[in-house]
């Protein structure tokens, strides 16, 4: 699910991560994160923690685009196995391995330039579904209105009562 604030995949965020993610054959979500100076932590190489954002974003979008229901990371792992320098792209493959009432298993692979490049990066995560009422009651009232607003135009249709 797409929101232009989001700092995972918000088209307008100065120095956001900007993941494009779609649904592919096999029920696989497939991301790109093109890293740039931005995402720098050692000199010329991306920050551990923006990769895990990617990541973190890359299963989101896989919960939000397979099962159309709201959820929140409650739990995310990841395995850097290679350096990922500036200016390369991380092509992201992610799936569903499975779901127990609100949990919901997911897992990625990231490679280096390439969607057969050597793996980069690996993440797996806990997702846990919510009610609406989580974003309401924790987050801020004209934020969820923009949400809302943008949902509307796009006529997304999401299960409101998981
Ligand atoms: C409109 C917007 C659209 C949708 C917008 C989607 C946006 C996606 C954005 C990208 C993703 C993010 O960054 S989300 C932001 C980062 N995450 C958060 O802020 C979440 C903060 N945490 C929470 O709010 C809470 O801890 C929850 C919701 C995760 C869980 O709280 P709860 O609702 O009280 O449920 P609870 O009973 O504790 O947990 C339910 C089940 O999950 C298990 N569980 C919970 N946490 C964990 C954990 N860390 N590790 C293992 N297991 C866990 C429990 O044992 C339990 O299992 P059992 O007893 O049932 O077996």
């Not at 499975?98 to 997911?106: H, L, N, S, T």
């Not at 309401?136 to 796009?154: I, N, V, W, Y």
Request: proline residues 4%.
């Amino acid at each position: 699910m797409h929101y232009n604030e989001c700092f995972g995949c918000g088209d307008d965020v100065e120095g956001g991560l900007h993941i494009q993610s779609a649904v592919a054959e096999g029920m696989v979500v497939v991301s790109q994160f093109e890293v740039t100076d931005a995402h720098q932590g050692a000199p010329g190489l991306a920050h551990g923690g923006l990769l895990a954002c990617a990541f973190d974003e890359a299963l989101g979008s896989t919960v939000g685009n397979l099962l159309r229901r709201p959820a929140v990371t409650g739990r995310l792992e990841t395995d850097f196995r290679r350096p990922v320098p500036v200016g390369s792209t991380l092509h992201i493959v992610a799936r569903l391995d499975g779901v127990a009432g609100r949990k919901i298993y997911v897992s990625a692979d990231g490679r280096l330039d390439a969607e057969d490049g050597p793996i980069a990066v690996q993440a797996r995560a806990l997702f846990v579904t919510v009610g609406f009422e989580h974003f309401t009651s924790h987050g801020h009232t004209d934020a969820m209105q923009k949400f809302r607003q943008a949902r509307t135009r796009e006529r997304e249709d999401w299960d409101i009562n998981p």
